[in-house]
């Protein structure tokens, strides 16, 4: 199965909160790879809530998604877009 990784830095505000990290969850279940999303130590799975919220990442925060399955690339892209686009907060 294809590993695809790949970093990105939150440059919204307020950083990953409640509604931002739903949004995540949500572009991440649109797809079947397995993704996992990393902050420092910190690991969670990509289609969990409160998993996501527990990274608490802020303003700055490096975050690195790593999927795994066959459209796990377009799946890093989508995630790396959102965050890109501030979660379409500002």
């Known amino acids: ?7 990105v ?3 919204n505000t307020i950083g990953l909160h409640a509604r931002p990290a739903a949004l ?18 910190k690991t969670a799975n990509a289609r969990s809530l409160v998993g996501v919220l527990k990274l608490g990442a ?3 925060t490096t975050l690195v998604f790593q999927a795994e399955g066959d459209d796990a ?3 890093v892209q ?8 501030k979660f379409d907060e500002e």
């Open 9 to 11: 830095v939150i440059t």
């Open 24 to 41: 995540l969850v949500q572009e991440a279940a649109r797809f079947q790879a397995r993704i996992q999303v990393r902050s420092g130590e």
């Open 58 to 60: 802020g303003l700055g």
């Open 73 to 75: 690339a377009e799946a």
């Open 1 to 7: 199965m294809p590993v695809v990784e790949h970093a």
């Open 78 to 85: 989508a995630l790396i877009a959102l965050v890109e686009r």
